[in-house]
Structures are given as structure tokens and as C-alpha cells.
């Protein structure tokens, strides 16, 4: 079984590292793990595109060649997901893949949004959070926007939520291990 | 040819209204919207899963319906568009349907992902911007993560940038408007 390893791990300072890493924890438990920056065998035809656009095409045929997505869904740069990773979870469900996240941030969406948002935001006479521009902040008490929660259940999939210290938030394989291990057993 | 309306208007304080507004624009250029809140025939089957779980529902019944998705990508709560919003133009990617987007603010994304990180951002021995956490900041001048602008530009769309005074970013239809003109004229 061929499982993409979607995440902002493509942005660490050595991605490569991390991709050996969490390929070798797929091996152990019997799948093959594909980086987004691996090689694709039909990327030698693209060369006149621009990088960027390569990149694209690259990931989109990594993503229709795997059996499943494991989606690294710590929040980056603000309250929710990285919104590439988000991207790829959309398309490998609707593809019809199985779909397993993990976030190495216990708390739910809206204590995150409330923290991000700081003083800005308000309760409206319905007692609904509102942000400063008066849109509402979502309280359903899930990992993230329903769309991401909502995707994994409807893949059969798992949400993993495991505190980690912020120093260790990009490099703790704890969750994503479990969501390997899921997947192995039939998950 | 039925087009679903994503984006982060369904936080608004009136998203009713907005659905309104885009569907009459939609509707003045022979196309049909679909709103996320709009109902839908499957819905009334499905009365026993959670609230948040029946609006997942009913927005993937939506998307699977439609022909084409138009996306707000007006950035949102962080430097890059809205979590829900992005899941969305993935998955309607991966059916292979027409993608379009437009967002209310011009600047690309490395400037907005700078002006987010403020101090923190720094440029490492390359001369790559990186955040306090040594994570890359993506550097292609486009709009928003690769994924995204890659996913329109895959799907034949067209990604409309247009800067719009910070009161008016969330009611502004220009751009939204041009889009739909696009989708209608064979785009």
C-alpha cells in the first residue's frame, strides 16, 4: 500500500531527513511511504513548465498513485492546517482514498482560533464568537474547519490530537506513527 | 452549468445574503449558484449524524453536483485562504471540474506571509526567507500556496487578484463577478 506523506514537513530545514524518516516508519509496518519531493517518473517530460508548476504536477501525480494520504495537519501559521496539506486531504477524498490526519496540537479549533485572534474577538447576541470583521469562528468542537474533520471521518479515516512541546512540534512522529500503524491494520 | 460558491461568506453575518447576491449574479450570466448553506435533496435522510457532520455531508453532495467551483481565497485569519475553502478546490480538482478563484487583497503571498511573521522572519545562508521555526517560506510570487494556484491553473481556471479597501474585502463582488463572466464565457 502506497501512502503520500502530506505535510509542511516540505518547508523543514531538512525535508529530506524527514522524509527518510518517515518512510522507514511506513517500511516497518509494511507500506511504502511517497515525500511529496520525491522523484515521479513522469516529471522528465515537464521541463519546459516552471518550477513551481513541476512541483504541482508532481505532487498531483504522487497523490493519484497512492492508496492513501497521511496528512500532517499541526497548525501552521495561523489557527488551522497548512493549506497545501489541506489541499491534498480534499483531493485524495475525493478520489476515494483513505484519508488519516494528526496534529501535534491537543487543543480544538476554536480555543486555537480564540488564542490567534487575541482581544479581537466577541461574542454576538446569539453568544457566537465573531472575529473583528464580524465573521463567525466555528464551534463544533473538532481538531479543525469541519471540511478537514469531516473528510477524514467520511474516508474511514483517523484524527489524531497529541500535545507535543512546541521545540519538538516538527519532529515528533508520535501521532504519525499511529496513524501508520492504523493504516497497516486495516484502519 | 451549475457552479458551487465556496468561501468563507458562510461565516459572514448575513451569509444568506451573500448566498443571494452570487446567485443572482451567477444567474445574470446563464449559471446557476450553489451555496453551501443551500438545502439539498439528500439531506433530510440524514437527520441522525451530528450538525457538523450533516454540513460536511451536504457540501460534498454539493460539490459532486456541480460543474464548476468558484473560490473566495481572500486570505483569512493567517497569510493564505480559508482551510474550508482550499479542502474544496482540492476536491473538486480531483473530480475534474472547472476551478476558479478570486481574492479581495493583490499582495502575493511571501509578502503576506512576511507581513504576518513580522520580526520573525529571517533569510538563511541561501537566502531563503524562513520563520522562527525554520520552516521555508515558499517563494514562487504566486498567490497563495503552489497547491492552489497549480490546482486553478491545472483545471484550465483563471486565480483573479484585486486589491479592495479592508471594509469592503469581505462584500466586494468585482472580482467575483469577473470570474463568473470567465466561466461563462467558456473559460
Redesign the interface.
Known amino acids: 500500500m502506497k501512502v503520500y506523506l502530506a505535510g509542511?514537513d516540505v518547508?523543514?530545514?531538512d525535508p529530506l531527513a524527514m522524509a527518510e524518516r518517515k518512510r522507514a516508519i511506513c517500511a516497518a509496518h509494511g507500506l511504502v511511504g511517497i515525500f511529496p519531493v520525491d522523484a515521479h517518473p513522469e516529471e522528465a517530460a515537464d521541463g519546459g513548465a516552471?518550477?513551481?508548476?513541476q512541483?504541482?504536477?508532481r505532487?498531483?501525480a504522487h497523490m493519484r498513485g497512492a492508496d492513501a494520504v497521511i496528512a500532517n495537519l499541526t497548525p501552521?501559521?495561523?489557527?488551522?492546517?497548512?493549506?497545501?496539506t489541506?489541499?491534498?486531504?480534499?483531493?485524495?477524498?475525493?478520489?476515494g482514498r483513505k484519508v488519516l490526519g494528526y496534529s501535534n496540537v491537543a487543543a480544538g479549533l476554536l480555543p486555537r482560533?480564540l488564542g490567534?485572534?487575541g482581544g479581537a474577538a466577541w461574542r454576538?447576541a446569539e453568544g457566537r464568537w465573531?472575529?473583528a470583521?464580524?465573521?463567525?469562528?466555528?464551534d463544533?468542537g473538532?481538531a479543525?474547519?469541519?471540511?478537514?474533520?469531516?473528510?477524514i471521518?467520511?474516508a474511514g479515516g483517523l484524527l489524531i490530537r497529541r500535545e507535543v512541546p512546541k521545540a519538538e512540534?516538527?519532529s515528533d512522529l508520535t501521532a504519525f506513527e499511529a496513524c501508520v500503524k492504523a493504516l497497516a491494520g486495516g484502519r
Chains 1, 2 share one sequence.
Do not use: K
Open positions: 509542511p518547508f523543514l530545514p516552471a518550477p513551481w508548476l512541483i504541482y504536477r505532487n498531483e501552521f501559521r495561523g489557527p488551522s492546517a497548512d493549506v497545501g489541506v489541499y491534498e486531504l480534499g483531493f485524495m477524498r475525493a478520489l482560533t490567534f485572534l454576538d465573531r472575529d470583521d464580524g465573521m463567525a469562528l466555528e463544533f473538532l479543525d474547519n469541519l471540511m478537514i474533520d469531516g473528510g471521518h467520511e512540534r516538527w
